[in-house]
């Protein structure tokens, strides 16, 4: 009942470079809100007894959510493998946190980072009056989350709402998980940045969005064609489930004015019987904090499915 | 009570040549099914009485569900607009079914015909053991069902499911729906059979699937290229959801075996991180009773969210 005698539920997010958490109200109100560095390489027994010093700050006493990129084993609360977090992988995360805690396993919950995201903005932030929306992240990579009814569709096997390796060119730029033409190929910062360059425009995408909004036109025209693959990609998400709202974050989302003429056009070209009226696309508004917020959201609900 | 005393519900499947219609069991099983001509052309309130007149023979006594192809307002029980039944465009087909057998309106449930097939087959037929699935139905264009949970996707507009709309060749034929490239255009029993002339086979997708079975190498390579294009358009709903099982209905569908291993190597294709053996790729089982029994399903359904 701390942070200040308000009821409140705790999350973590946890990243290669830093641990990000913090204490949100029942409502969804931020209370409190902590980093600290990932420091990985002190092994996993130490980044759990870390863990959950921080969740005890937080005033953490019925359990706690944590978001985690990689494959896991929700039920047996293990990092089955992690791209970024490779010192975890077949680590019981989960066990050693709530050992820390004195709590039972069943009230850490686990989630992963890009499930966590879309629940934070579903719950919390831009989302919250849509029951059904995709959320898409654009970062180094493009990371997604598919929310129907208000929940994270996670999928048979854990790996629903990998919106970044939706086919959009067939015989596109080969992309890292093998295929060609992913949409992360085309509309992820990091490609943006390199089709700016191509473009002869900087490398830095916040240096192309001023010069697109201060009106130079290769700027423009460069957000336009990245919006364009963008929407076409997105388009998948339409015709499988007829989503029309779309939640764009992550750091190249700071772009979104300047990216939607052309995802609306992305859309329209490849989604049968939608105009641009029919879609929202609206910027994230939880940014770093979405993450942690999902967690403390997926801890709350697992905790409510154990006590039916 | 009846047919003959047992508990069961009653089905409608409304097409634009016949109505096929069915009373089964609580537990899904068939008790007695019709067909009678749809004659559009006498009109829909003549179409009313006679839905009404099957139901009635049928022993519905508490409700029943109605599939119907095309877009529906589903609250107010209308039919807004369907390309192969346009004389019932705007009719409250809802209010005159149940006027004639004397229940509320909400006791008459309306959904698409491509969701109760999927629905059909997720209660009672090849979907039964998954929780999670995509139908798709091979006919004169390529329908489809998103299941989750045991219950099909509808989205926000009531348009989700339109897998036969998945760009697969963004620079490929113009699809009836104004779109480049839709699976559609691809993989339909209309295009197939448009592949199989092309390729100096019988436009008979029977007399391929014969061919092809006695190992003939053309039409063998047909239906691998059809099935290979098949699996590249499936492919968005693996990375969009994870689906790994699909329920392959429609007449076309008889040629599953021949078109596996085509649509396995499209789904790897464009799916990452999975192999042939992540998927299950089934046959569905109801054939035509499909639709009418999962529109029987959707009756029971709705009936016990009203009950509550």
Redesign the interface.
Known sequence: MSPEGVAHRVGVDLGGTAIKAGAVSLEGEVLERRSIPAELDRGPEDLAERIAGLARELGCTDGLGLGVPGLLDRAAGVVITSANLHQIDGFALVDAIAGHLDLPPARVALENDANVAALGEAWAGAGRED??FLMVTLGTGVG?G?V?DGEV???????????G??????DGLL?G???RG?LETLASATAASKRAQAAGLPADLAEVNALASGGDAAAIELLMDVGRDLG?GL???T???????FVIGGGFGAALPLLRPGIEEGLC?????RSAE?YRILGATLGPDAGWIGAARVGLLRAQENDD
Do not use: F, M, N, Q
């Open positions: 029951p059904d997604g598919v129907l569709v996670t999928g048979s096997g854990g790996l629903a709402g990998e919106v390796h939706i086919c959009v060119e067939p992309c998980c093998g295929k992913c076409r388009a998948a998400a015709v499988l489930l007829d989503l029309r709202v070209e490849r989604a049968y019987g029919d």
